[in-house]
């Protein structure tokens, strides 16, 4: 008996040390989209109490990044032009997406400059109130918070990353969305039809600045 519950004991010693992997990473690939869902997570089983461990399986799993990207033929820089210099224009070129922008502090295309957008998302008018938190000319990157609107009903947070790259051996641009977000529910279903309406707006875009040529 002795013998026995020593060996019982080393074994529940062993099992002690290993770390338990909570909610791996679920990549679901589509036709120039990306979806990553619930970042990998490695808890230590002998640290942590249950609801910490919880807690973090439910935090992975309403965390999410979405992206894709959008060939088109206007150049980088015209592109990324029209959502730092003027994106109170961005209407006149996808009206049917986005019928207004206003600047409501700083000035456009400046870090911390804040901007109101009305646009229609699922066949629903809709606004936005976003935070540019970054900018950088030389990579044709631009970054907005959304700080206020429809998507915070749905969403804890919610940080929009477009960033337009030269074509290598031709002309034309990739025009490269990226979308990073935290749900508020596990209901919530991630946003995928946004990310269809930012492949639309590129692509009027694109069509509005060749036509000025």
Not at 200 to 210: F, P, R, T, Y
């Amino acid at each position: 008996m002795a013998e026995a519950a020593t060996e019982i004991a080393k074994t529940v010693g062993e099992n002690a040390e290993k770390t338990v992997t909570v909610a791996p990473t679920n990549l679901v690939k589509e036709t120039e989209t990306t979806v990553t869902v619930a970042t990998p997570k490695t808890v230590e089983a002998t640290n942590k109490p249950a609801e910490e461990e919880v807690k973090t399986k439910e935090t992975s799993s309403l965390v999410g990044k979405l992206e894709t990207e959008v060939e088109i033929k206007a150049s980088a820089e015209k592109f990324h032009h029209m959502f730092t210099g003027k994106p109170h224009h961005v209407s006149k070129a996808t009206p049917g997406n986005i019928q207004g922008c206003d600047l409501h502090e700083g000035d456009w295309g400046q870090v911390g400059s804040i901007i109101f957008w009305n646009y229609v998302h699922d066949g629903e008018k809709k606004v936005a109130k976003e935070k540019i938190e970054a900018v950088e000319p030389e990579k044709n990157l631009i970054t907005f918070r959304v700080i206020e609107g429809d998507l915070m009903k749905e969403y804890k947070s919610f940080v929009i990353t477009i960033q337009v790259t030269p074509k290598h051996g031709g002309p034309g641009s990739i025009v490269h969305w990226h979308l990073e977000y935290e749900k508020i529910s596990e209901e919530i279903a991630h946003p995928e039809t946004l990310l269809q309406f930012c492949v639309e707006v590129s692509q009027e875009i694109d069509e509005h600045l060749l036509a000025e040529e």
